[in-house]
């Protein structure tokens, strides 16, 4: 029997609390937070139930959070199933993509732990050498936004590019903070309607994470990938992917490219033709991505572990 599609959450979903449910509620889900701990030595899953929440928020302890978070979701989902749940397609933002081929199987849950870990500690120290951020940006065509980015960045000799593509009217922009200071300043020239900065440690998804995606493609390369059980959408393409050497591929490019999410979501959901999605804690951000980019697309929530009682019977309704 054929699963829902996944959508799996990337930063800025964590909170005090995530996971704790699912690990209290079953044995698979304890298990992932305690296989962590122990991978990482670090008190990953005391950071989730308990905070703080400053510590939990930094880039080095907040993408291996999600990421076992979603993990122990999943099996806990596979507790109650009684049986694994076979995914009909996947797709993850930005961390979450990491996330999705574990849930796929094309990564072992340790190795993806150990490369989210890598991850996040390689955008921290990079965002650390050039400080930089990430603004929000709602109106605007695309291709105004590009214009306006390449002129600032050609004005400011300051990285500024687009980063994420998220849903219709809704993109956001990756710069060093002299560059974002002088694109928010003049967006509205652009058709903006608003552009907020976002409180982000650097500037995800652009040229300042050139030295993070070299150590992180060092450790790709060294790293077992397997033939996913189902198609996986990547961020960089927004193509379905099954094929290991360009799985590793895209993921390289990822810290550096676009997250091409709307454009990803929008061929995930005519692919799907009816069938649900589901998007396991933690947060619900991906949900509402999709009810703006493909109207009428169900997305279950797996947000917290009383959902379990009735998923069962919902994916058994719509197999």
Not at 79 to 97: F, H, N, Q, V, Y
Request: hydrophobic letters at 45%; aromatic letters at 4%; proline letters at 7%.
């Amino acid at each position: 029997m054929s699963g829902p599609g996944l959508l799996l959450p990337g930063q800025g979903a964590q909170g005090v609390g995530m996971g704790a449910d699912f690990a209290a509620a079953s044995p698979a889900a304890q298990a992932r937070f305690a296989l962590a701990d122990e991978i990482l030595g670090l008190p990953l899953s005391k950071l989730c139930f308990e905070g703080p929440l400053e510590e939990l928020t930094k880039t080095d302890v907040a993408q291996p959070a999600i990421f076992v978070c979603s993990m122990a979701a999943l099996a806990a989902l596979e507790d109650r199933l009684g049986r694994p749940l076979e995914p009909s397609m996947a797709a993850g933002l930005s961390l979450g993509e990491y996330t999705a081929l574990a849930a796929a199987g094309a990564l072992s849950f340790e190795d993806g732990l150990r490369l989210v870990r890598l991850r996040g500690s390689a955008m921290q120290d990079a965002s650390d050498a050039r400080p930089s951020s990430m603004t929000s940006v709602m109106g605007g065509e695309i291709e105004a936004l590009e214009r306006l980015c390449a002129e600032v960045q050609a004005e400011t000799g300051a990285v500024c590019q687009v980063a994420n593509l998220n849903s219709p009217g809704q993109t956001v922009v990756s710069g060093e903070l002299a560059a974002l200071d002088v694109f928010e300043a003049r967006a509205e020239s652009a058709g903006a309607l608003r552009a907020v900065r976002l409180n982000v440690a650097g500037a995800f998804h652009s040229e300042v994470m050139r030295p993070a995606a070299e150590r992180l493609g060092a450790a790709l390369e060294e790293t077992a990938f397997r033939p996913p059980s189902c198609p996986v959408w990547q961020n960089a393409t927004a193509r379905p992917e099954t094929v290991p050497a360009r799985l590793r591929q895209n993921l390289m490019a990822q810290l550096t490219a676009p997250v091409r999410w709307e454009e990803s979501f929008r061929g995930m959901a005519e692919a799907a033709a009816g069938a649900p999605f589901l998007e396991p804690a933690p947060g619900r951000v991906l949900a509402g991505l999709a009810r703006k980019i493909a109207r009428g697309t169900r997305v279950i929530s797996l947000h917290e572990a009383a959902a379990l009682d009735g998923l069962p019977d919902q994916l058994a309704s719509s197999a």
